[in-house]
């Protein structure tokens, strides 16, 4: 069972990465007004504002699916793995997630400023 939970968190871990990058280039849009992106018809010379909105739904995306991720391994730890300490494992679990898809958004976000 351990190596099953350790196998669907890997594609998890490579499935949302790629909803995150999905989600910030086409649906994140919709969120942000056109003011940010746009002055006159024109787009910005100053484009800081609107980098900074993308970057806070990008990571509130994030931490909303590690809340997922994290109560899914919780309830599979504690029903089908039987695991004593399931809400630590699942805590340590969701705290790697976090840190590996904020280096992930840190990283794509020093890239395209470069």
């Known amino acids: 069972m351990i190596i099953l939970y350790g196998i669907y968190n890997l594609v998890y871990q490579v499935l949302s990465l790629g909803f995150l990058f999905f989600a910030n280039t086409y649906l994140n849009d919709f969120f942000i ?6 002055k006159d018809g024109r787009l910005r010379e100053d484009l800081t504002s609107l980098a900074v909105t993308q970057t806070v739904i990008l990571v509130i995306e994030a931490v909303l699916l590690m809340l997922l991720m994290f109560y899914i391994n919780k309830r599979f730890l504690s029903n089908s793995a039987k695991v004593n300490n399931a809400n630590e494992t699942a805590a340590w679990t969701a705290g790697t ?5 904020l ?11 470069k």
Request: no cysteine; hydrophobic share 60%; charged share 5%.
């Open 33 to 38: 007004p056109n003011s940010l992106k746009w």
């Open 97 to 101: 997630y976090l840190v590996i898809t």
């Open 103 to 113: 280096a992930f958004i840190g990283f794509v976000i020093y890239v395209s400023v």
